[in-house]
């Protein structure tokens, strides 16, 4: 049986495909009409098109002229119309955009965060006292919740000691006997940006209002 529908990697690449192939068929079209004024009122319509195609370009500033820059890309520049903007250049849309640097050294561990790092660094430099034992206690407690959040198994008080002097290069020193408050059994810790049972709270929490009218 002999294949009538080309396929899409044997066509032309798209340039900007959210436009789709429709406007890429009617800008070639355009480009081979002989009559300037002509062709220019094609592709206003054409722009029409795209507007029409891509609504959310009307939340930027200057849209019709974004439309027109797109129309000349889509036609890789090459296009002779009476715009009411001028073509863009190609250099423009090539080049490519300037890496942003890491802040500080790479993190020792991703778990913890840069942040527990740098802490640790301030407590270094304090004198050995209670404040700064507590203070380690409390790094400690915040450093095994952290901990608890990527792995679900039960961690040692000694795990996270050892963490916090491998951090600091040995630096600090975790006071001898130092111990950290029991977790209670119900404790979830759950990931950044996840909501574990928030409907179902809510659902029994307005349950247990009714209940409670009903009571009343």
């Not at 002999?2 to 800008?27: F, S």
């Not at 993190?107 to 004198?127: F, M, Q, S, V, W």
């Not at 608890?148 to 040692?156: E, G, H, R």
């Amino acid at each position: 049986m002999e294949r009538t529908l080309p396929y899409n990697t044997e066509l032309k690449k798209l340039n900007m495909p959210e436009y789709g192939r429709n406007i890429l068929n009617m800008i070639e079209h355009l480009k081979q009409i002989p009559d300037r004024a002509q062709r220019t009122e094609q592709a206003k319509a054409v722009v029409k098109s795209m507007e029409i195609l891509n609504p959310q370009v009307h939340s930027q500033e200057n849209f019709e002229h974004k439309l027109w820059d797109h129309l000349y890309m889509i036609a890789g520049f090459d296009l002779d119309v009476d715009s009411p903007y001028p073509c863009p250049v190609p250099a423009q849309f090539e080049t490519r955009p300037v890496p942003i640097p890491m802040k500080g050294s790479r993190i020792k561990a991703t778990h913890y965060g840069r942040n527990i790092e740098k802490i640790i660094n301030l407590l270094c430099d304090e004198p050995d006292s209670e404040s700064k034992t507590a203070m380690i206690r409390s790094l400690a407690t915040y450093m095994r919740q952290q901990y608890l959040i990527w792995n679900k198994d039960s961690v040692a008080d000694r795990t996270i000691f050892d963490d916090i002097e491998k951090l600091s290069d040995y630096r600090l020193k975790v006071p001898d006997g130092l111990e950290l408050g029991k977790i209670a059994s119900d404790v979830n810790f759950s990931r950044p940006g996840m909501s574990i049972n928030v409907g179902q709270a809510a659902t029994k929490k307005n349950g247990s209002r009714k209940n409670n009218r009903k009571r009343k």
